[in-house]
């Protein structure tokens, strides 16, 4: 027998490169792993890189849409003084969203860092820039407080303590990546962020005031305005146009192409900032589901016997509740609130989830490698958690994705039904707008239904090729 | 006489299925000694593969329950510990390695992420020195360039390489025994004999207790010092494994050496064991062997009374009312402080040229 090699007879592969066009194109990448697989197979049909690509241009529009569509100018000169008001009426999300898009992008691209160390990183950026953004309103907030009659404590002792907390947040965050991620990706972000943070603290981002959108036009219109430039879509979503009582209520024309509401508003520029709505509640109300669900199935399906019969039962317990009822019931008593919303949804929809983690824990159980992990003593969280969940996510993913349509119907037909947001715009409500005033108002049934459709259809289209993608048993690589 | 590093006493272990109550290991009792290798022979379903997942616990209860028993490891039961204690006795004074390489090791990991973790749970080192020690232990398996294998997954290595990973995974915390069950069984067998090579030369090179657990007789013969024979539930037959081939005393025993093919034997068929292995589920009354035995010869005995397991000779326990004094002989638990020394010396020469020298390598 001959030993010499030490290798089991198994071929030595190059160190370098397993180059394109070689032997091995049609292969897979060796350092492809499952889960790469499944995306990778998830994109490759058109149907789901349009539905990809309709969501990406959402998310685009949700990120961008104080830039996109606001009655502020971008930058104007009024009387010899230069001044931008749209960089001054922005709020803490819209520059954290930004921020946290752009993290993201250049990790996409540049791939250093692992699927967890990306997502912590953007998690952290965002984190910073909020607290950077957010944190010279804090005395705003705490006149809010105060407002709300509880003065527990003397304003000047409340004052320092909120002021000492904070800072200590603040510098917990900045800290935090130092512990966990390599020393030259916390130099990059740390490079990156500090002069926003500079920035955001010498020019504060001020609470949102009572703000007269028509001054604008209006000084424009009377020539104390010498030079402006506005955003592409110059009305913002609440700019009810009073200034312009004859606009309220008209079909698409010149300078609002998709037409104005019954109280004035831009439709193009309330669709886009409904964008925004539209996916955190998707995005929140299924992470929600899908973080409920994977624990409560994952030890379901870990521990079976009791646990399992007393989950299986608490699953026909949430799974007998109509969602859209309580969810009304919820509005009527406890007002209207996007998270409570989405605090609802997420709890009402786990239970999918629940039975899918269940079932793939029940066949990993038995699987050698958890036994392998349950011998080398790791503990339970490392088994449930790092070792069998990888190994059982795929089919959440895909009822993830049809559980973002769906919350997005949901929060349309609350909205629709007049219970949704009162101030902010979503699709839903526009809808309901439709059938105000005299007649029916195509134009504001025809975008925002169109929009609705449209986002729900990719989010179907990507969750069926995922469905596809994980169907045939794709292990087969082994 | 030394003390034993583990000692299994009267483990039984049963199954709560639709079919009532299984009991696949039954009174089962045996000592492994620091730096032994001892080695639990039997048929497919006769317990033994039960037996070394219990010593761990790692039965799945439910359906599983030890139903009595003791597993004093240095003098401490396993099986009272609570499982926060047990944890650190898995892996770091007990491992094992599992029949089936290919599904043992979690596909989405990179081989250096699945050694690393237990390291670095096991024992207080940064993550720079797990990895130092991950990829020290995979060379010492034999796997050449171990820098950049830590960064592979599984499916990108050979059955023969992920069992050389489990075994470096298993030894990277110094184990005092380490489990192997039937660790060559899913292997081809040249695979089989280099992976067998390997285990012994680490043995000895960290003084470590084996738990061998096969069905094969070749690889009890070149592995091990004792022998435990399994049927159905029961261990039947121990002793030195010298002593168990030379002088086999239980007819199962027997029959097995008569069913391996000998080289220069001009057989026409190999002999077999008449009948099949009894069903857990309904065992025969009596010695559960005696259906198929040749000894038995119209002996009521045999299908009412089962025989215990006594010491019929010195450092030889067999459980057979046909074995010559078995009813005058004391009924001891086995313990046998034994070492093989034969083959010791042929594995050395093997060994050298399979595996580098620990002492060159720094990583």
Known sequence: MSRGDGNSGFPVRPAVGYAPGGAMSDDLPLRRTYLQ????????????????????????????????????????????????????????????????????????VRRKLSAGQGLGMVAWVSAVTYA??????????????????????????AWTLLRFVGAMVVMMIVLLPIFVLPRRATMVAGACLAPLVVLTLVFPVRPPELVVY????????????????????????????????????????????????????????????ASRIALSIGFIATGIAVVVGVIVGGLMGYFVGTVDLLGMRLIEIFQAIPRLVLLVAITASYGRSLYLMMAVIGMLSWTGDA????????????????????????????????????????????????????AILLESTLSFLGLGLVDEPSWGQMLNQAREGSGFNWWIALFPGAAIFLTVFAYNLVGESLRDALDPKLLKRE | MAQPLLEIRDLTVGFDTDRGWIVPVRNVSFCIYPGQTA???????????????????????PPGRILSGQVLMEGRDLLALPETQMRSVRGKDIAMIFQEPMTSLNPVFTIGDQIMEAILLHQHVTAREARDIAERSLYDVGIADPGRRLNEY??????????????????????????????????????????????????????????????????????????????????????????????????????LFRSVPKLGNLAERLATIPGTVPNPAHFPSGCKFHPRCHRMEGDAKCGQIEPSLREVAGSHWAACHHVPNHASSPETS???????????????????????????YRP
Not at chain 1, 44 to 67: E, N
Not at chain 2, 336 to 360: C, F, I, N, Q, W
Request: glycine share 6%; charged share 20%.
């Open chain 1, 37 to 108: 697989h499944v995306v990778h197979d998830t994109l490759v049909p058109v149907a789901s890189r349009l539905g990809l690509a309709w969501v990406v241009c959402l998310a685009f529009f949700a990120v961008t849409a104080p830039f996109i569509a606001n009655s502020h100018p971008i930058l104007m000169q009024e009387a010899g003084r230069w001044s931008s008001p749209m960089l001054k009426s922005l709020e803490p999300a819209d520059i954290v969203l930004p921020v946290a898009a752009i993290a993201a992008a250049v990790l996409l």
């Open chain 1, 132 to 157: 950077a953004t957010a944190w010279p309103s804090a005395p705003q907030y705490y006149a809010t407080l105060r407002g709300a009659r509880l003065e527990l404590m003397s304003a000047w002792a």
């Open chain 1, 214 to 273: 028509e001054r604008y036009r209006q000084k424009e219109g009377s020539g104390q305005i010498t030079f402006v430039l506005r955003a592409m879509v110059p009305y913002s979503a609440n700019d009810r146009l009073r200034d312009q009582p004859e606009l309220r209520l008209t079909p698409p024309r010149r300078g609002h192409p998709l037409g104005t509401e019954p109280n004035g508003a831009d439709v193009l520029s309330r669709m886009i900032h």
């Open chain 1, 355 to 406: 039975r899918f983690i269940r079932a793939e824990f029940l066949k990993l159980r038995k699987e050698d490698f958890v036994q392998a992990a349950v011998a080398a003593g790791l503990p339970l969280r490392s088994i449930l958690f790092r070792h069998m969940l990888p190994n059982g996510i795929a089919p959440v993913l895909v009822s993830a994705s049809f559980g973002v349509a769906s």
């Open chain 2, 39 to 61: 080695a639990l022979v039997g048929e497919s379903g006769c317990g033994k593969s039960v037996t070394a997942l219990s010593i761990l616990r790692l039965i799945a209860e």
């Open chain 2, 154 to 255: 599984p499916h990108q290595m050979s059955g023969g390489m992920r069992q050389r990973v489990m075994i470096a995974m298993a030894l990277s915390c110094k184990p005092k025994l380490l489990i192997a069950d039937e660790p060559t069984t899913a292997l081809d067998v040249t695979i089989q004999a280099q992976i067998l090579e390997l285990l012994r030369k680490l043995q000895r090179q960290a003084n470590m207790a084996m738990l061998l657990i096969t069905h094969d007789l070749g690889v009890v013969a070149e592995n091990a010092d004792v022998v435990g024979v399994m049927y159905a539930s029961r261990i039947v037959e121990y002793a030195t494994v010298e002593d168990l081939f030379d002088r086999p005393a239980h007819p199962y025993t027997e029959g």
């Open chain 2, 334 to 360: 086995p313990r046998l402080d034994h070492r093989r020394e034969v083959v010791a010396m042929a594995t050395e020469d093997l060994g050298a040229d399979v595996l580098p020298s620990a002492k060159e």
